[in-house]
């Protein structure tokens, strides 16, 4: 049972314009989402957050939208650059007892910017 | 900058061979995750450990998968023996989090390649 479910694998856009990927989660107890990129061959790199005491984050380019009600977030990209062409993972935390966070990840969206 | 390092890079082995794999985590960071990424799925983990101490393994697959963290630095994670169904990307991610509480941000190293003949 896939808790966060990202149901775009790919999406091409051109460079310049926004890329808006999704992610949707049925876990009501996560209370923390991310965004990591990773290009081949590489693990992933972490992009941005957000706490679910907020609905928006922006940091640059970058802006991430949460819509608890919907058990919905978004990573808009704004321009596209080529460079951002890469696998996104959207994924999800809560808090758990005596120990550290996990992350539980979506099966991510492949980004395609065309120059 | 710090870095989570993974070795080796790529390992090709035949079915019922053993297999290990190293991870040197970013100095300092107490919580050490073992992933474990199948072709156009996401991460999942397999194994969470906080200082040298296993605080999850529920995904482990205990009777060919083993992981250590011995001195709570480092880490191996091994399979015996490996099967055709284990060719994936072994991620190896780390974090300053002890405990429970806020969100520190786990960083990952480059992964090892496994493939299975």
């Known amino acids: 049972d896939q808790q966060v479910k990202q149901n775009s694998p790919s999406l091409s856009v051109q460079e310049g314009r926004i890329s808006i990927l999704n992610c949707d989660y049925t876990?009501?107890?996560?209370?923390?989402f991310l965004w990591y990129k990773k290009y081949p061959a590489e693990g992933p790199t972490f992009l941005i957050s957000i706490s679910s005491i907020k609905d928006k984050n922006e940091d640059g380019r970058f802006t991430v939208f949460l819509n608890k009600s919907a058990k919905h977030l978004s990573l808009h990209i704004v321009p596209s650059q080529p460079g951002d062409s890469a696998v996104y993972f959207c994924a999800a935390s809560e808090q758990r007892a005596g120990s550290a966070r996990q992350l539980t990840f979506g099966s991510g969206t492949q980004l395609t910017v065309l120059p | 900058e710090a870095e989570v390092a993974q070795s080796p890079r790529y390992k090709i082995t035949e079915k019922s061979q053993a297999v290990a794999f190293w991870c040197d985590p970013i100095?300092?960071?107490?919580?050490l995750y073992w992933y474990r990424q199948i072709l156009g799925q996401g991460p999942e983990l397999l194994v969470q450990f906080q200082d040298e101490s296993v605080v999850d393994d529920s995904q482990l697959p205990k009777d060919r998968f083993s992981a250590e963290r011995l001195k709570g630095v480092d880490s191996t994670l091994k399979i015996q023996p490996a099967e055709l169904g284990d060719s994936a990307m072994y991620l190896c991610?780390?974090?300053?989090?002890f405990g429970r509480g806020l969100w520190e941000t786990q960083y990952f190293g480059p992964g090892t390649r496994l493939l299975v003949l």
């Open positions: 991610a780390s974090s300053s989090a």
């Open positions: 876990n009501s107890m996560f209370d923390y």
């Open positions: 100095s300092g960071h107490a919580t």
